[in-house]
C-alpha cells in the first residue's frame, strides 16, 4: 500500500528518543523506497539551531544507530534533504509561526504530528497546533508513553487531546506492539487452527510474560526515579502483551474489532484486596553486582537519592475471570540489571495426567510455547520425545522458528512499522482512550497500597532474576518462572 504524501513534525526532534528511533526509523522506510518523493520530516526542538547544524547532530547521534551497511550515500543523501528544523518554545503559542511557514498549505496533506516530549506538554501543544491553525481532518498526533501517572491524569490528557483531535486522529504507541513476534501472535492464533482448541483454561497451567533488561537506568534517572518499573513497563507494555495473548477472537484485524477484544481482556482482570496486593505483587530495586562478569553499582549509588523507594523490578500475579481463563494465573515480571536481556511470553500446558512409561510423569516437562520478543524474534515449542537406543526413555526437546533464518529478509524494526501505520491510518496496533484508562484502573491500587505502606522495595543484587520473593510469588502455586525449569532440562 503506497504511503500518500505526508508532512511530519517531531516535537523532541533532537532529542533521545527521535535520534536513536524515530529518524533511524525513518531512514530505514528511505532506504526502502517507501517515502513518497516530496515527503518531509520537520524536527522541532527548543534550541535555535541552523539547518546545518542539525544535520551535523544527526550525523553524530541518529546515524550511530544505523546498520554501517545500511548508509549507502546517497540515500542518506536524499534523506538529509527532506529535513528541515524549526527551532521554538513549544509552550509558546506565538512561537508557531516559523512551524506554519515550513508546513506546505495543501489541506489534502497527511500531517503527523508526533509527540516525542513530556506528556505534561501533549495537551499544550495539540491546542498551540489548533490555535497555528495546523490541525485538520487530516491531522495525526502520536502520543508516547507514560500516558499519565495515574487514573486521573492519563483521563486529563484523553480529555484535553480530545478537544483538538478526534479519536480516530490520535495514536497511543506502545512499540512492542510493532515488533514482528507480537503481530505473529495474531497470526498463529487466529491463522491456524492448531492451537485455538487448546488455548484456554482446560489445557493452560499459567502464562508468563517477562521482559527483563540488563542495563540501569543510565541517563534516564530524572524521568526514572518518578515512574519506576510499574508506570514504565507493566502498566503499558506487560499489560499490552497480556492483552494479545488472553483476547478472544476478534470479527477482522480491524482496529476497533480488535481494541474492542483487548478492552475486554483489560475489564476483566480481577481486581485486588488488601490481601492479595501483599500476596501478588513483588517490587524491588537492585543493588550492587555483577552483570556479564562486569561489576555494577546499585541504584542508590547511580544517582538516585539515597532513601529512594521506586521499583527497578515488579512482579505480579493476575488473573482473568472469563470462560476461557477461569483459573490460570498469568505472571508479569520485569526488572533493571536482571541476569539477561530478553522479553518473552512462556505458555505452558497442563502435565500428562498419567505415564503410560516406566519413567514417572513427575519426569516429564510440560509442553511450553515460548515467544521470543527479543534479543532473537521466535517461536519454540517444547515436547518430550524418545531418546535414541533401545530403551523407551523420553526427554524434553525443542522445536524452533526462527524468523530471521525462515524468512531470509531484513527485519523491520518496531519503530518502522509503526511509523508506516500511522502514514498509513492504521489504528489497530495502538491503544484507544478507553483501553488507557482501563489499564490504570487496574494497576492504580497497586500504586496507591505502595503509597499507603510506606514498605522499602525489597533488594536483589544486579545480575540476578530479582528477588527471592518473586520466585516465592509463583512457587506458593506449585510453578515456577522459566529459568528455574531449563536447568533440569
Not at 550515500?73 to 528544523?85: E, L, N, V
Not at 502520543?143 to 490520535?170: M, T
Not at 491463522?191 to 508468563?208: A, K, M, T
Request: glycine share 6%; proline share 6%.
Amino acid at each position: 500500500m503506497a504511503l500518500a504524501d505526508f508532512d511530519i513534525v517531531l516535537f523532541g526532534g533532537g532529542g533521545d528518543l527521535a535520534m536513536r528511533k524515530l529518524l533511524p526509523a525513518l531512514f530505514a522506510r528511505e532506504r526502502a523506497s517507501h517515502l513518497p518523493p516530496q515527503a518531509r520530516i520537520i524536527c522541532a526542538g527548543r534550541h535555535a539551531w541552523s539547518l546545518e547544524k542539525f544535520l551535523e547532530l544527526l550525523e553524530q547521534n541518529a546515524r550511530p544507530h544505523i546498520e554501517a551497511a545500511a548508509t549507502d550515500p546517497q540515500r542518506w543523501q536524499a534523506f538529509c534533504k527532506r529535513i528541515r528544523y524549526v527551532g521554538l518554545d513549544a509552550t509558546d503559542p506565538a512561537a508557531y509561526g516559523p512551524l506554519v511557514a515550513a508546513m506546505r498549505a495543501d489541506p489534502e496533506l497527511v500531517r503527523v504530528f508526533y509527540m516525542a516530549t513530556p506528556p505534561s506538554l501533549f495537551s499544550q501543544i495539540c491546542r498551540n497546533l489548533a490555535q497555528a491553525g495546523l490541525a485538520n481532518a487530516q491531522s495525526r498526533v502520536v502520543l508516547e508513553k507514560p500516558l499519565g501517572r495515574d487514573l486521573a491524569s492519563a483521563q486529563q490528557i484523553n480529555a484535553e487531546v480530545g478537544k483538538i483531535f478526534a479519536e480516530s486522529q490520535i495514536y497511543r504507541i506502545d512499540h512492542y506492539l510493532g515488533k514482528e513476534t507480537v503481530q505473529n501472535l495474531l497470526a498463529l492464533r487466529f491463522g491456524n487452527v492448531l492451537f485455538e482448541p487448546l488455548w484456554r483454561r482446560e489445557w493452560i497451567s499459567d502464562v508468563q510474560i517477562t521482559i527483563a533488561e540488563e542495563l540501569g537506568v543510565g541517563n534516564r534517572m530524572e524521568y526514572y526515579d518518578t515512574a519506576g518499573a510499574l508506570r514504565d513497563m507493566l502498566q503499558n507494555h506487560l499489560l499490552q502483551l497480556l492483552c494479545i495473548v488472553a483476547m478472544e477472537p476478534p470479527l477482522s484485524v480491524q482496529a476497533d474489532s480488535v481494541r474492542d477484544e483487548k478492552l475486554k481482556v483489560l475489564r476483566s482482570l480481577k481486581r485486588f484486596s488488601p490481601a492479595t496486593l501483599a500476596q501478588d505483587v513483588v517490587r524491588g530495586q537492585y543493588r550492587a553486582g555483577h552483570v556479564d562478569g562486569v561489576a555494577v553499582p546499585g541504584y542508590r549509588k547511580e544517582g538516585a537519592p539515597t532513601d529512594s523507594r521506586t521499583e527497578t523490578f515488579v512482579a505480579v500475579k493476575a488473573e482473568i475471570d472469563t470462560w476461557r481463563w477461569a483459573g490460570v494465573p498469568f505472571y508479569l515480571r520485569t526488572g533493571k540489571r536482571m541476569a539477561d536481556q530478553l522479553a518473552e511470553i512462556v505458555v505452558r500446558f497442563k502435565a500428562v495426567p498419567h505415564s503410560i512409561f516406566a519413567q514417572a510423569s513427575s519426569t516429564f516437562q510440560p509442553n511450553c510455547l515460548v515467544i521470543r520478543l527479543q534479543p532473537d524474534e521466535g517461536l519454540q515449542l517444547n515436547l518430550m520425545a524418545k531418546t535414541p537406543g533401545d530403551r523407551m526413555r523420553l526427554k524434553p526437546v525443542e522445536l524452533e522458528l526462527d524468523f530471521r533464518e525462515q524468512f531470509k529478509m531484513p527485519r523491520m524494526e518496531a519503530y518502522e512499522r509503526l511509523l508506516l501505520d500511522v502514514l498509513r491510518g492504521q489504528l489497530t496496533m495502538f491503544m484507544r482512550s478507553d483501553e488507557l484508562e482501563a489499564a490504570w484502573e487496574w494497576v492504580e491500587p497497586i500504586l496507591n497500597y505502595w503509597e499507603q505502606e510506606q514498605t522499602e522495595p525489597q533488594p536483589y543484587s544486579a545480575g540476578t532474576w530479582g528477588p527471592a520473593a518473586a520466585s516465592a510469588l509463583i512457587g506458593r502455586d506449585g510453578l515456577q518462572w522459566r529459568e528455574e525449569v531449563l536447568p533440569e532440562m
